[in-house]
């Protein structure tokens, strides 16, 4: 069984940082798309950083030049390296991989970290 376990999330003002990491266990064969989405009160889901299986880095333009993604394949990990927050990244953040395991390829999702930002 493939899970997604998220850490880092907490309270944090405004302008501050924080750094979430996601890491992926179970038999895994290959990971195509890795990355973080969110979600606040309200509001459906959204894309906040990606790794896609062409090799690109897609960021949602709210958090261009503030946030940056990266992994590390051998650990099958995953972070999100986020700076000058703002109360509007409040949020649960949700890991997210396409993984192909023994039972297939599919979508895996983490149970989400919350991420609060006080003005």
């Known amino acids: 069984q493939v899970q997604l376990v998220e850490s880092g999330g907490g309270l944090v003002q405004a302008g501050g940082s924080l750094r979430l990491s996601c890491a992926a266990s179970?038999?895994?064969?290959?990971?195509?798309?890795m990355g973080w989405y969110r979600q606040a009160p309200g509001k459906e889901r959204e894309l906040v950083a990606i790794?896609?299986?062409?090799?690109?880095?897609n960021y949602a333009d709210s958090v261009k030049g503030r946030f940056t993604i990266s992994r590390d394949n051998a650990k099958k990990m995953v972070y999100l390296q986020m700076n000058s927050l703002k109360p509007e990244d409040t949020a649960v953040y949700y890991c997210?991989?396409?993984?192909?395991?023994?039972?297939?390829?599919?979508?895996?999702w983490g149970q989400g970290t919350q991420v609060t930002v006080s003005s």
């Open positions: 179970g038999i895994i064969f290959s990971i195509n798309d």
């Open positions: 997210y991989a396409y993984v192909l395991s023994t039972t297939g390829r599919r979508d895996y």
């Open positions: 790794f896609t299986s062409g090799g690109t880095t």
